[in-house]
């Protein structure tokens, strides 16, 4: 079963991607991955060319496995990897669909109320005609990247790309265009299955924190309140209501907030039982942490500070803790052992 927080694998390819997000509504049967591509390049200014990207985008479950179907080892496809063929013209879009279509061009999965359509995909025949009027191929599932194609194996139906690390596909999965453009990449809230009674309760992916300048980004997701991790230098993250965080931009005047002057009082942002301490310049109100001997500072609306913690926001001080140290155990394992080759697209 894909979960939040694991790794998984394109099918039919060795692309892996890690799973930031998975839709719990049956109608939505999508996961949100993040993968990376591009490459660092200087010329003689030191300017960077094409930097390395960090892409967020969604991804239909049945695009994915937690099994790779290549021996990554020996680069070639292991045994028991199945798949079907279309020796039709290619369809240009594939996904969820309220009706079923035909059934001679995608596999049909039942999703809810709604379908799930995977295009069969070319065979190795029909792939000549395609790398004959484009180099470039794209891989199903994947909206954001057009591959340059390096070798094609006819006897294995295997594509390799130019690209480093070497990524490697089926010939079932390879596609002409973007077929699931109209999926949409990312998108700043992500729908729950469950309708609250409370407006606006959906988590935001990204977000800022209502009456102020803390722009935040999700960590563990909850049907009403969330794990938020501030966007700084660094690890700063506490349990935030969703209907407190909003993705619209925050109209607050940033000034300039290393001239700050300190006041003698602690505040609390909507009565949350995290502590910021109060400075000022120009007659604007920051909320400050200090995080590792640095001083991080943010705008804040004055109605929104409190001098106390309110009391139906106690319990947030325990909230899912044991969730919490998990998430920050597996943070600091990861960041200890990042993989030194980001992917690279020649």
């Known amino acids: 079963m894909i979960k939040t927080g694991t790794y998984a694998y394109i099918k039919g390819t060795n692309i892996e991607v890690g799973i930031r997000r998975v839709s719990i509504d049956p109608n939505n049967p999508y ?7 591009g490459r660092r390049k200087y010329k003689k200014n030191k300017s960077r060319v094409n930097p390395i990207k960090q892409i967020l985008q969604k991804i239909p479950l049945h695009c994915l496995t937690q099994q790779c179907d290549f021996d990554l080892r020996r680069g070639r496809l292991k045994h028991n990897f199945t798949h079907t063929t279309l020796e039709l013209p290619m369809p240009r879009k ?7 279509h035909d059934p001679n061009l995608y596999d049909i999965y039942p999703c809810g109320s709604k379908f799930m359509h995977i295009m069969k995909g070319p065979t ?9 009027q484009t180099p470039k191929l794209y891989v199903f599932g994947l909206q954001e990247l057009n591959l340059p194609v390096k070798i094609f194996d006819t006897q294995s139906g295997v594509c390799t790309f130019n690209t480093t690390p070497k990524w490697m596909a089926h010939v079932s999965v390879l596609r002409r265009t973007c077929t699931m453009a ?3 990449k990312h998108t700043n809230r992500w729908p729950h299955a469950v309708v609250s009674p409370y407006m606006n309760t959906t988590p ?4 800022f924190m209502q009456g102020t300048g803390i722009q935040v980004s999700l960590l563990i997701q909850d049907e009403r309140i969330s794990y938020y ?9 506490f349990w935030i209501p969703n209907e407190l965080v909003t993705t619209e931009t925050q109209c607050i005047e940033q000034g300039h907030a290393g001239d700050v002057k300190p006041l003698e009082k602690d505040i609390y942002l909507h009565g949350l039982p995290t502590k910021f301490r109060a400075y000022t310049n120009n007659g604007i109100t920051y ?6 001997k640095k001083l991080h500072c943010w705008p804040v609306k004055q109605e929104y500070i409190s001098y106390s913690i309110h009391p139906e926001r106690e319990y947030l001080k325990q909230f899912r803790f044991n969730d919490v140290l998990t998430w920050r155990c597996d943070h600091k394992r990861r960041t200890q052992h990042q993989r030194a080759y980001p992917i690279a697209i020649a």
């Open 31 to 37: 996961a949100q991955c993040v993968f990376r591509y």
């Open 94 to 100: 594939e996904g969820l669909f309220d009706e079923q």
């Open 124 to 132: 190795a025949e029909h792939l000549f005609d395609l790398l004959s």
């Open 182 to 184: 109209h999926l949409g």
């Open 204 to 207: 935001a992916e990204i977000g």
């Open 229 to 237: 991790k501030v966007n700084a230098d660094a690890l700063i993250a």
């Open 287 to 292: 909320a400050g942490l200090v995080h590792e």
